[in-house]
């Protein structure tokens, strides 16, 4: 059965303003959690002050309300380009330009899809930059958390799209010319294809594209270094190397991660994750003098964790490792994949599909594919989306008891409220907000279920 053009492109823009009005209410319902908690809750009194708390309450405020408005533009802006055909347009543009060459339209599909991706890239670019520089420059900077330049924000954000570029070009020419190649089983290949570039991109990600963003310093022989790589060897973490990444340049958010195959493991540790003592092993002279004139002026806070409560965290980490959280999490979604490239070779033929979004007389594989990840299963994709927010939550509630059993529960437990009040995270959460959007479980949660190991 084949739903008329019409069906199909009500349809795509009736569940998209159905999923941003929901998305809408439950954000209304948080954004009272924040006006209406003025007080730190006793239950928090122990760890928080009234000023972390106020500070971070303003700021969850700010970014709810920057973000409800960035969120009407988005939508807005998606709705217009399908309303308009906004899609045909751009591939029209794409079509005149390898005209302009000399290159004939009908018999270069993967130039022109390149062209139009670069095309739909450039818009998207210039439409966002200004959310993103008021993001980073007015938010951010507001509460103390944005480090940039604007000379270093511009050099990145040109680095991030000419990389995205060079990436995104040769993946998507492989895909067309499998779907053109493969048959009526296509979908196979071009799993396989998706796989083999999933473990490529996440092999070469840490050495070649990661730094040319960040900076990343081998951590110094110490008391630390020495902590973690016993850790390590407890629970026989082939550890391979250990990183720290200058994320103080970017922000002074923190965090922690490792990557890696086999036997050849890393572990990432963010700058501002470390206290100044540790920092400052890392830094050039250049770099300490003017820690040391913020010191004067007092402008300098305490941040980081020490090496016990720094220990705990990578401990936390290390669990998801060990109950190969990763793993499951890469199955999950290579599996998830599979089916939506099965359902775009069931739909790839279906005329019905690319005249609801303008394309009479053509049906070209990237739109195809664009249609039917993006919209046609947006309402499968926001279910499974949240289910994979319950199952990432009881994965950080295990990776907490792995670490807890460790005799680490102490200290994990004051290093995630230092990481919540350098962050300026807000600790009260509407149930039903906090149910849909978070991956991670509200910080009351997981010191509730940590007590228990004390």
């Not at 139009?116 to 439409?127: A, E, G, L, R």
């Not at 250990?242 to 103080?248: D, F, I, N, R, T």
């Not at 775009?344 to 690319?354: D, G, I, N, R, T």
């Amino acid at each position: 059965m084949e739903f008329d053009p019409g069906t199909i492109f009500y349809g795509v823009l009736g569940f998209m303003w159905l999923e941003f009005l929901w998305e809408c209410y439950i954000g209304s319902r948080q954004r009272k959690i924040y006006k209406n908690n003025t007080k730190v809750p006793s239950e928090l009194e122990s760890f928080l002050d009234e000023d972390t708390f106020t500070k971070a309450r303003l700021y969850a405020l700010d970014k709810a309300d920057f973000g409800a408005i960035q969120g009407w533009f988005s939508q807005i802006l998606s709705t217009a380009i399908i309303w308009f055909l906004g899609y045909r347009q751009f591939w029209n543009l794409a079509a005149l330009t390898l005209e302009s060459g000399g290159y004939d339209v009908g018999e270069n599909e993967i130039i022109m899809s390149l062209l139009f991706t670069f095309y739909m890239s450039v818009f998207s670019t210039i439409t966002g930059l200004p959310f993103s520089i008021y993001s980073t420059f007015v938010v951010e900077e507001r509460h103390g958390f944005n480090k940039q330049t604007p000379g270093f924000y511009a050099k990145d954000q040109v680095k991030k799209f000419v990389v995205g570029q060079v990436i995104q070009a040769p993946i998507l020419a492989g895909i067309i010319k499998i779907v053109f190649w493969g048959g009526d089983y296509f979908f196979v290949y071009l799993w396989f294809f998706a796989v083999a570039m999933t473990l490529f991109l996440m092999t070469i990600y840490p050495d070649l594209i990661a730094p040319l963003f960040d900076k990343y310093t081998p951590m110094p022989e110490g008391e630390l270094r020495s902590q973690i790589e016993a850790l390590a060897a407890s629970v026989e973490f082939p550890l391979y190397k250990l990183y720290v990444v200058e994320g103080s340049k970017r922000s002074s958010h923190s965090n922690a991660y490792f990557y890696g195959f086999f036997k050849f493991k890393r572990i990432v540790l963010f700058d501002t994750l470390l206290e100044e003592a540790e920092r400052m092993k890392l830094k050039t002279e250049e770099a300490k003098e003017e820690e040391a004139e913020e010191e004067k002026e007092g402008t300098k806070k305490a941040t980081g964790c020490n090496n016990p409560e720094i220990v705990a965290v990578l401990g936390h980490e290390l669990g998801h490792w060990k109950m190969n959280h990763v793993l499951k999490n890469i199955v999950i979604g290579q599996v998830q994949i599979f089916l939506m490239f099965a359902l775009f070779a069931y739909l790839s033929k279906s005329k019905p599909l690319y005249l609801a979004f303008g394309f009479e007389d053509s049906q070209p594989v990237l739109i195809g594919l664009m249609i039917v990840l993006q919209y046609v299963t947006a309402p499968y994709s926001a279910v499974i989306g949240f289910l994979m927010s319950v199952l990432s939550r009881h994965f950080e509630f295990q990776a907490d008891e792995f670490a807890a059993n460790m005799g680490k529960a102490k200290d994990l437990k004051t290093a995630l409220v230092k990481l919540n009040n350098d962050n300026l995270g807000f600790p009260i959460y509407d149930w039903l907000f906090s149910a849909w959007n978070h991956s991670h479980p509200p910080l009351l949660e997981r010191i509730d279920a940590l007590k228990k190991y004390e």
